[in-house]
T-cell receptor, first 113, second 113 residues
Framework: DVKVTQSSRYLVKRTGEKVFLECVQD?????MFWYRQDPGLGLRLIYF???????EKGDIPEGYSVSREKKERFSLILESASTNQTSMYLC????????????FGSGTQLSVL | AQSVTQPDIHITVSEGASLELRCNYS??????LFWYVQSPGQGLQLLLK??????LVQGIKGFEAEFKRSQSSFNLRKPSVHWSDAAEYFC???????????FGTGTRLLVSP
């Protein structure tokens, strides 16, 4: 069964910490995405990557960076976590064809105290 | 730029009753349209998608959606709701040649006995 795995289901960090959220997919997908989900705001795209070492900003990239050193792994980095980054983070992947569906991970609920 | 509006934040439906969830999109050309469902504690799962052709699209779990260009709508329907359908539903739109999807804010479905 195809799978997108996010390393942590729940994460609690302190303000100012550097935070890494990891996502791994086993489908050999070219495209990977990081979304943030907040009540009443739906899903908002933070960053996406269409190939190894390639990345593009989404709609809300401020305060975040990403890394894609290997095809199967896409990391989201919060350089200095802030309380307004408390949220559910969802990783997704998709193959080369642009009308294919997204496969989502189960999400990481991050709390920044 | 494309956008999606889901006007209903919450909807409560009795088990066995019919369901319609509304979705309106904004995009100049023919969009790619999707409905995803998120059960509690889970990632998003694709219900159905529309790219071209027949405007009535069948999906999984007995759901269907109809694309109406004149109304810029892609409403999701189900003739008889089951308690297991209680979840959050997201409509999403992608532009031709798109790399990313834009999601609506979601509609939470509650099913009463």
């Amino acid at each position: 069964d195809v799978k997108v795995t996010q390393s942590s289901r729940y994460l609690v960090k302190r303000t100012g910490e550097k935070v890494f959220l990891e996502c791994v997919q086993d489908m050999d997908h070219e495209n990977m995405f990081w979304y943030r989900q907040d009540p009443g705001l739906g899903l908002r795209l933070i960053y996406f990557s269409y190939d190894v070492k390639m990345k593009e900003k989404g709609d809300i990239p401020e305060g975040y960076s990403v890394s894609r050193e290997k095809k199967e792994r896409f990391s989201l980095i919060l350089e200095s976590a802030s309380t307004n980054q408390t949220s559910m983070y969802l990783c997704a992947s998709r193959g080369r064809v642009r009308n294919e569906k997204l496969f989502f991970g189960s999400g990481t609920q991050l709390s920044v105290l | 730029a494309q956008s999606v509006t889901q006007p209903d934040i919450h909807i409560t439906v009795s088990e066995g009753a019919s369901l319609e969830l509304r979705c309106n999109y904004s995009y100049g050309a023919t969009p790619y349209l999707f409905w995803y469902v998120q059960s509690p504690g889970q990632g998003l799962q694709l219900l159905l998608k529309y790219f071209s052709g027949d405007t009535l699209v069948q999906g999984i779990k007995g759901f269907e959606a109809e694309f109406k260009r004149s109304q810029s709508s892609f409403n999701l329907r189900k003739p008889s709701v089951h308690w297991s359908d209680a979840a959050e539903y997201f409509c999403a739109v992608g532009a031709t040649g798109f790399q990313k999807l834009v999601f609506g804010t979601g509609t939470r479905l509650l099913v009463s006995p």
